[in-house]
């Protein structure tokens, strides 16, 4: 086996120790060649264990694409009676251990392109909110959007809102420091859709736009004097301007070309799949029920606790959030029924005051009449307040657990396809050791150029399902410390709001108070 012994194994870091099997392998005197294949690679594992640094041999795969040699080691052709099938036992865990999984790429290997991620996934990602707060630091990005002036074009079923969307920023790859466009709903549900496919697979969380409402818009279209057409409109304008906002604070997203394209271009191209029950929403609809599907069949043996325990954490905060948006929505239609009863009682108070023959008690009943119009101005701001501080914020959050949903889910299907290889490279190697049993050396060498590439697409799939949960764990400690911020500037909104309002309610009632008083 000359062209196995003759093999230059990959260079070893001055301050590690070699390895026994690859010193063998340098020496050239094994007369079988050292099986790179003899520990199976562990299927699933946890991607990160704080504390740990990898101390792990250099990938072996990484040397073998690099290599010009054309004598591929695959594991089954030892001119001993070895078992030919052992090689393709695998072991469906995420449990992973120093002795049979290959580890990430040798930091000392030079140029092949994969191998651009040289240290160990469990070192490069950020273990708490304070190293996130220091990365965050060295990438700080000043950039104000604002979503203002909401405008009608066209007329009858064909009319739609277009939003002014307002850009101040500083940084360079901008072509201007402020600039301004006009955009319409569908644009913001494209910029979603592009990004979706291109950062979900990565892990990001992408911030999602507000939901389409049929309801809202036939509204607008018919007629927008309508007090609920005035009140949608501006929901929506503040939902969209949220989103953005969310959108460029985003180290990644920031940096993506659609995302500078929609906020820079005059025009866009028209969105095509933003329709509501359109033939791609549809389509969508087949996709998630997929995935589910998938996730029911192809159980992932967790070992890492904190992926489980932070998923367990966003499904129970949603199931709160939930129920809290649901109580807030009764508070705001609770007030806008005050506000309506107010005005009621007014009206019927200002009417009984003019119908009173005594003076002081009729210039009394008028007076209480006129603060009860105030209180009544006052409900209707304080409904606004609930709604626009604080339900809405829980809806975007609501939304947003969602997404962070659906990251946990992108490194599942990491880790599916990374399966699915492990197991199609198990099929090869048993195709190649049915070949050489057969003695069909015409297809042995195709055999062998297929193991060969499912070994890098095993080697590929496996580094993307690590770089995948590093996101994943960056992105959730990121989100946890916007979501805080977020939620203790509302509640501060929310709470000063209360107190003016209870502070002009307390004045009103201080200026009646004589008035009551001087009834003879």
């Known amino acids: 086996m000359a062209a196995s012994s003759d093999r230059i194994p990959p260079p070893i870091p001055a301050a590690d120790e070699p390895e026994a099997g690859l010193s063998d392998m340098a020496d050239g005197d094994s007369d079988e060649g050292e099986d ?107 950039v104000d959007v604002a979503v203002t002036n909401p405008e009608k074009v066209g007329d009858g079923m064909n009319a739609y809102m277009a939003y002014k969307v307002s850009t101040r920023t500083s940084l360079p790859m901008f072509r201007s420091k402020t600039f301004s466009v006009r955009r319409r709903f569908s644009d913001f549900l494209g910029l979603y859709e592009k990004m979706s496919v291109k950062q979900t697979l990565h892990g990001c969380i992408i911030p999602l736009p507000p939901e389409k409402s049929v309801v809202g818009m036939t509204k607008m279209k018919v007629g927008m004097d309508d007090p609920s057409s005035v009140e949608f409109v501006e929901r929506r304008r503040a939902a969209l301007e949220r989103y953005l ?132 101005q006052l409900h209707q701001e304080q409904a606004a307040s609930d709604f626009f501080i604080f339900a809405e914020v829980l809806a975007d959050y609501i939304r947003l657990l969602g997404a962070v949903r659906g990251c946990f889910d992108q490194r599942m299907r990491a880790w599916q396809r990374w399966q699915e290889a492990q197991s199609t490279l198990q099929k090869k190697r048993e195709a190649e050791a049915k070949l050489l049993w057969a003695n069909k050396p015409d297809k042995l060498q195709q055999a062998k150029e297929e193991i060969t590439e499912w070994e890098a697409r095993v080697t590929q799939y496996e580094r993307d399902f690590d770089r995948v949960g590093m996101t994943v764990r960056k992105e959730v400690l990121r989100f946890e410390k916007e979501k805080a911020k977020d939620f203790k500037s509302q509640i501060i909104k929310y709470l000063d709001s209360m107190l003016q309002s209870q502070q002009r309610l307390i004045k009103f009632w201080e200026a009646f108070l004589p008035e009551a008083k001087a009834i003879a």
């Open 245 to 376: 906002q969310r959108v460029v604070s985003h180290p990644l997203l920031i940096q993506d070309p659609d995302v500078r394209e929609f906020l820079e271009r005059e025009e866009l191209p028209r969105a095509v799949n933003t329709q509501a029950l359109s033939g791609a929403g549809f389509l969508k609809m087949i996709n998630k029920a997929s995935d589910a599907v998938n996730k029911m069949t192809i159980k992932m043996n967790e070992s890492d606790t904190w992926f489980e325990d932070k998923f367990q954490e966003v499904e129970n905060e949603e199931q709160q959030l939930r129920k809290l948006h649901a109580v807030v929505d009764s508070l705001v239609n609770h007030r806008k029924e005050l506000c309506g009863n107010t005005a009621v009682f007014a009206k019927s108070m200002a009417m009984l005051g003019n119908s009173e023959d005594n003076t002081a008690l009729s210039r009394a009943l008028s007076q209480l009449a006129e603060v009860e119009d105030k209180m009544e």
């Open 36 to 142: 790179i294949f003899s520990n199976p690679v562990a299927i699933s594992r946890g991607v990160s264990q704080p504390g740990r640094v990898s101390e792990d041999p250099p990938d072996l795969f990484s040397e073998e694409e690099a290599s010009s040699t054309t004598a591929k080691s695959n594991g089954v052709h030892s001119d001993d009676d070895n078992d030919l099938f052992a090689e393709a036992h695998v072991e469906l865990s995420t449990d992973k251990s120093g002795s049979s999984a290959r580890k990430e790429l040798s930091t000392s290997s030079g140029s092949h392109p994969s191998s651009s991620f040289t240290q160990s996934p469990v070192a490069m990602q950020p273990t708490s909110l304070e190293q996130l707060e220091e990365e965050e630091a060295e990438d700080s990005f000043d």
